[in-house]
Structures are given as structure tokens and as C-alpha cells.
């Protein structure tokens, strides 16, 4: 996306650098690392940057409207409400496709959003990585908004930690050590001290809830909650497992409930050139050219029930048309030149929300490069110059 940054890179690549930078991230933690790691960073202009940014502040000023728990109610499932949420959400992500307009130029549409973690604590110790192997010069920088890695990382444990001792803040995820993000875990537990926990290994006792840490029973007071219900309920024998639901005394971050607010969901609430017309299928009001449009159901995991070649007859037969919503397509550019195909690239803008503060700031980010139909794994076997990365942005 900077061109005589991409031309500089691509000239002094070689595989056994490559090799060598790799063998950098796995040595962070050893086996952890258990997804493909792309060739080369994503070097982002000014411009662009600035346009994703005035996109996310066009989805707060509706995050943060009076209002908005109203207007999102019905997005959370009645039997995945849980209590104790707060007024807001600790973190958001914000993920943009670098796209091409009618014009030719390149411009971010946003892709989804959530009020979830992401790699927070990998994407930061993989950036000073990054940097030594792509030689990113000293007017680019992973973080936004004047962060650096010392303030990144303490803003990171004041919001997790809220002031508890490590050992009584909890990493929550199921069977952690085979999620395929583990490393993720690792690197949040070197840097804030606190222990990935799987939800079958919690107990409860009087709306208490506890784990066991080096064989000591030790209380919970705060959740760093990484445990997507959906994919929950993928697992066999969930219904056993403890419920997430019942009235506990303790903290969440982020809450449960703010997965499901900022979503999907809140897409059709947004206006901005760099976030694409949505509808409710149920208030869709005028008739639209289906094939401009992608069907996405509301409550879904990791993109399943996605519609990309709309029909009339999908939509017939949808039963519950105020779950789904219409989304226009956008045309993701063939931006990223590599030594053989050109890859497609999607960029995910991480906010903290610290309680101190009147509104989400922008930290920091993860890149992906993709050559298939869709960005992910199963789009990209056997290809290279693909995969997750970090995009550098000019200051």
C-alpha cells in the first residue's frame, strides 16, 4: 500500500529470512505457535489510516448514544444473558477490508466489529519482532494514538487487572491449550502474570467462583473473558460445564452481553462511506439488487450461514428474517504484491476503553493477507504470502 516501502521489502526478501523470523515468534513459547504467520507486514498510508479512523468514531458516536442498550437489547439470546453487565465494553475491534471503489482507489470498508479481545498481548510482543526483520522505518509504527509498548502494556493490565492481584484475575477460554490462539494466552499470562483457566476447570460455591492455582484452590474476582458462547456450544457436553449465566460475584472484561450489542447487529445503525449499507432483512423497506448484497444471520459462529450469491429464494425461506441482515459486498483490491499472485488484505484496529476515559481509544492492530475467495485458513491451503500479520502505520 506504500509502494517503495512494498518494492524495498519484496527486494530483500529471502526465504531463509523468512525461516529465521519465524523461528523468533515460536521461541516466545515454544509449540504454541499454530497458525500460519504471513511473509511480510502491511505498510499503511496516512490517508487510509484516517478513513478507518473517522469510520470507528462514526460507530462509537453510536456505541456511546444514551440509548444504545435499548436499541441492542434484542441482540443478546435470552438464554446467553448474563448478569452483571456493565456500561461499557473494555475493548472493541474494528475490521476492515482494503477494498477498491468505483473509482479504482483504494479505500477501508469495514468488515465487522466486535466488543471482544483479540491478540492483545501477542500482536504487541511480536511487533518489536516484526519491525527487526521488515526494517520498518521510524516514521511507521504498529500502535495509533501516540501508544508505545510500555503504554500499551500497562494500559492493557490496568483494564484487565482493575486494580485485583494477578492470581485472582482469570484468562477464560475452553480447553485453551487447543485453541488454535494459545499463544496468545501465553503471552498475556508473561505479561500481566494472570493464568489462562478452562470453564470446565472453575468452580462454584455460593455465587462464588474458584480455580486451582499450583494446587491451591484461589478465588475469582475478575474474568478476562475470551469464551465466545457460540463456539461454546459447538463443544460436546456444554450443558455440563459450569453456567455462565447464574449469578456470580464476579467481574467481567469484557462483559458477556457486548459480544452479542456490538456486532453484527449494530451495523444497520451505522452511516459512513467506509462502512456498507446494512438493512434488517425484516425493515428492508424498498427492493435492492440482491446481487450487491451479502445474507449474514446475526447469531452465528466464525461466519457460518454467510449467503454470498443472494437469491430470492434464500430470502423466501429464511423463517426469522429480523435475525439476518443484508449487507452490500465490497470488492476487496489485490493490494499486496507478492512474488507470485497479489494477496488480498483485511486490517483490525484494536480500541481499549479504559473506565477513566470518556470514549475508546485506538491502540494497536492485526493484519491478514489472503489469495483465496474469503480471508481464513480454509481459503489459503498451500499458499504463501499468507496469513496473519501486523500493519505499520505512517505517522
Not at 117 to 133: D, G, K, N, R, V
Not at 173 to 182: D, L, S, V
Not at 358 to 363: L, Y
Request: aromatic share 12%; glycine share 4%; with cysteine.
Amino acid at each position: 500500500m506504500v509502494p517503495h516501502l512494498r518494492k524495498q521489502f519484496n527486494q530483500h526478501f529471502t526465504e531463509e529470512k523468512y525461516e529465521a523470523y519465524i523461528r523468533d515468534i515460536e521461541n516466545m513459547h515454544p509449540g504454541a505457535l499454530d497458525f500460519r504467520v504471513a511473509e511480510t507486514p502491511v505498510f499503511v498510508p496516512k490517508d487510509f489510516t484516517q478513513s478507518m479512523l473517522s469510520a470507528c468514531d462514526s460507530i462509537i458516536d453510536v456505541i456511546t448514544r444514551d440509548d444504545f442498550k435499548q436499541i441492542t437489547q434484542r441482540s443478546i439470546p435470552s438464554n446467553l444473558n448474563v448478569p452483571g453487565e456493565n456500561d461499557r465494553p473494555e475493548f472493541l475491534i474494528f475490521d476492515f477490508g482494503v477494498c477498491e471503489n468505483a473509482n479504482g482507489k483504494l479505500e477501508p470498508q469495514l468488515i465487522e466489529m466486535q466488543a471482544f479481545p483479540s491478540l492483545f498481548a501477542y500482536q504487541s510482543c511480536m511487533s518489536h519482532i516484526t519491525e527487526q526483520y521488515a526494517g520498518v522505518p521510524d516514521d511507521f509504527s504498529a500502535y495509533l494514538s501516540g501508544f508505545n509498548s510500555e503504554t500499551y502494556a500497562e494500559s492493557l493490565k490496568q483494564i484487565i487487572l482493575n486494580g485485583h492481584a494477578p492470581e485472582h484475575v482469570i484468562l477464560l477460554e475452553i480447553y485453551p491449550a487447543q485453541q488454535k490462539t494459545r499463544i496468545d494466552f501465553y503471552c498475556t499470562e508473561k505479561m500481566l502474570g494472570i493464568q489462562p483457566v478452562c470453564l470446565t476447570e472453575l468452580l462454584v460455591e455460593d455465587k462464588k467462583l474458584y480455580y486451582m492455582r499450583r494446587g491451591v484452590k484461589t478465588p475469582v474476582h475478575r474474568i478476562f473473558n475470551r469464551l465466545i458462547f457460540d463456539d461454546l456450544h459447538q463443544q460436546e457436553g456444554w450443558q455440563q460445564m459450569t453456567d455462565l449465566t447464574q449469578e456470580l460475584n464476579v467481574e467481567w472484561v469484557p462483559h458477556p452481553n457486548w459480544f452479542y450489542r456490538v456486532s453484527k447487529f449494530t451495523l444497520p445503525f451505522i452511516d459512513h462511506p467506509n462502512v456498507p449499507d446494512s438493512f434488517f432483512l425484516n425493515e428492508l423497506s424498498q427492493p435492492v439488487q440482491l446481487s450487491d448484497y451479502v445474507l449474514k444471520p446475526l447469531f452465528s459462529f466464525a461466519g457460518m450461514g454467510v449467503v454470498i450469491d443472494v437469491t430470492q429464494e434464500d430470502i423466501d425461506k429464511i423463517p426469522d428474517p429480523e435475525n439476518w441482515i443484508l449487507q452490500k459486498k465490497v470488492q476487496y483490491a489485490d493490494v499486496i504484491l507478492t512474488p507470485d499472485e497479489p494477496a488480498k488484505a483485511e486490517l483490525r484496529l484494536f480500541y481499549f476503553w479504559d473506565k477513566t476515559w470518556d470514549r475508546p481509544i485506538a491502540v494497536h492492530n492485526l493484519a491478514r493477507l489472503s489469495k483465496g475467495k474469503m480471508i481464513g485458513t480454509r481459503y489459503n491451503k498451500n499458499k504463501t504470502w499468507v496469513g496473519g500479520t501486523i500493519a505499520y502505520f505512517e505517522k
